[in-house]
């Protein structure tokens, strides 16, 4: 039976691992293992061990501790957070996107998504 945290700290490595634009394949080989081994950590179904997490966190570019936000602290449940939209790859795609826009336009952008939001709620 997977365990809630394996499942939240595997959607973490590929949540980033998406922003990044990185493949399986990609980070497996930079870390020393099997793209299909990182499927497995992915997915919850094994256990990424502490010098693991810490070569991918390494490979990533982001803090140990990055895998582990959105954790509730009692009972080890899970709390559902704006960050776990980003699991989405269809999410992720589009902040990708967004980021790869000059700035000046990518404002232009924000402030039109802010009104249509706006807009949908009222």
Do not use: C
Request: aromatic share 10%; glycine share 6%; hydrophobic share 40%.
């Amino acid at each position: 039976m997977k365990h809630p945290v394996d499942v939240h700290v595997g959607q973490r490595v590929r949540q980033r691992r998406w922003m990044v634009g990185m493949t399986q394949q990609q980070l497996g080989e930079r870390v020393g293992i099997k793209f299909q081994q990182i499927q497995k950590y992915e997915t919850g179904t094994n256990r990424i061990s502490a010098s693991r997490l810490w070569d991918i966190s390494a490979t990533l570019g982001v803090p140990v501790s990055f895998f582990f936000e959105g954790l509730a602290s009692e009972h080890h449940d899970l709390e559902r957070t704006y960050g776990d939209m980003l699991t989405d790859k269809e999410a992720l795609d589009l902040v990708r996107a967004y980021y790869a826009i000059p700035e000046t336009q990518r404002r232009r952008l924000f402030d039109l998504a802010r009104v249509l939001s706006d807009a949908a709620a009222a």
